[in-house]
């Protein structure tokens, strides 16, 4: 789900749609009344001799707007303490910045080889109501992405702390999840950070957590490098 980056496809957008016209959702701290949907095309594998019929609709996700904007910036500073905590449970994790000024809200494209591509932009889908009809315990969900990591600058500072050093990075990327409660505090996080640090150097790392209480715990953490994965850490019931 999510408005993430790759190939381009053609999407409709509909404006001032109400998500929350049964007001199931008054506390949650989000303006829900005056969003712009985007509604995606499904994705052709025609050329792969794919039953099309078979392939459903992409779920539709809600532009972050206005108020809503502020927010998300607000919270998505958990991304950076996530991080700090991971050092914690492997020594080797190494955080990258989160800022806001790497958060896109909106479609963009660039040039790759001569293909038109989609940038990832954060967006907003919806999870309100479980099949029952009850209020889903995550009913609003955040897709995050920030790109543009190069250079020994894109690490925290506090990554020098364990005097390793800090190597060049020839690209990078963080993003995932946010599940918002009906309260309009984040009840789990997910954060997916890849970086590429030369030949035989690529490593991906993604951290799981969840609110207990008044704070966020990790509960998981999964590390690859070069395509060998390894269950980090796993927070035990």
């Known amino acids: 789900m999510g408005a993430f980056g790759g190939q381009v496809r053609e999407y409709t957008e509909t404006k001032n749609v ?5 007001g199931s959702l008054a506390d949650i701290q989000f303006d829900l009344s005056c969003l712009t949907k985007i509604q ?18 992409p779920r539709p996700i809600y532009l972050i707007e206005g108020q809503n904007r502020e927010k998300v910036k607000s919270d998505l500073l958990l991304v950076n303490d996530i991080q700090q905590q991971a050092i914690g449970l ?17 479609p963009t494209y660039y040039e790759s080889n001569g293909v038109t591509l989609q940038r990832s932009y954060c967006s907003f889908e919806a999870n309100i109501h479980t099949p029952t009809g009850r209020v889903s315990k995550h009913p609003l ?13 894109s690490w925290e500072p506090a990554s020098a702390a ?16 946010l599940e918002y409660l009906a309260n309009g505090e984040v009840g789990r996080l997910r954060v997916i950070r890849w970086v590429d640090r030369g030949w035989m150097n ?6 799981k957590a969840t609110r207990s209480k008044d704070s ?22």
């Not at 995606?40 to 609709?57: F, H, I, N, R, T």
């Open 141 to 153: 969900i955040l897709h995050w992405s920030a790109d543009g990591f190069d250079g020994k600058d």
């Open 162 to 177: 364990v005097g390793i050093v800090i190597p060049q990075i020839f690209g990078g990327s963080l993003h995932g999840e």
């Open 90 to 106: 492997d020594a080797r994790y190494r955080p990258l910045k989160l800022t806001a000024t790497q958060l896109l809200f909106y």
């Open 202 to 207: 690529r490593e991906l790392y993604v951290i």
């Open 40 to 57: 995606y095309a499904k994705p052709d594998y025609s050329s792969l001799d794919v039953d099309m019929s078979l392939v459903p609709e």
């Open 18 to 22: 109400n998500l929350d016209e049964q």
């Open 216 to 237: 966020m715990v990790i509960t998981a953490i999964d590390r690859a490098l070069e395509g060998i994965r390894e269950r980090v850490y796993r927070k035990s019931r």
